[in-house]
């Protein structure tokens, strides 16, 4: 079970980022998947999530209009397509499986998680 994030990075306001989550076969076979970020003195949160088909996605109200989470089931990755970034968006971002194939925010309904990569918004 593996899961590699990857395309963190220093940007400034406005900007845009895109991370990749490289996944094992067995990890993402039939099971939606999720992007959580975590800011220093923060608990982890939520931003958006793909069903194992890619047809139906969810994004958190901070992020709704700015971040577009896809699937590439082919590639078993996902992708986080983050612009108008704000120094806000500052925080370690994850990648997660979830244990079925409806995506969700809920953070106990997903086992795997990756290492996490950077986001560093500057103003």
């Known amino acids: 079970v593996q899961l590699q994030a990857s395309g963190g990075g220093l940007v400034q306001a406005g900007g845009s980022l895109r991370l990749s989550c490289a996944a094992s076969?067995?990890?993402?076979?039939?099971?939606?998947m999720g992007w959580f970020r975590q800011a220093p003195g923060k608990e982890r949160e939520f931003v958006a999530a793909?069903?194992?088909?890619?047809?139906?996605?969810i994004h958190s109200d901070s992020v709704k209009g700015r971040f577009t989470v896809s699937r590439d089931s082919a590639k078993n990755t996902i992708y986080l397509l983050m612009n108008s970034l704000k120094p806000e968006d500052t925080a370690v971002y994850y990648c997660?499986?979830?244990?079925?194939?409806?995506?969700?925010?809920?953070?106990?309904?997903?086992?795997?998680w990756g290492q996490g990569t950077q986001v560093t918004v500057s103003s």
């Open positions: 997660a499986t979830a244990r079925g194939s409806v995506p969700t925010s809920s953070r106990s309904s997903y086992a795997y």
């Open positions: 793909v069903s194992w088909r890619g047809d139906l996605t």
């Open positions: 076969r067995r990890t993402v076979s039939n099971n939606a």
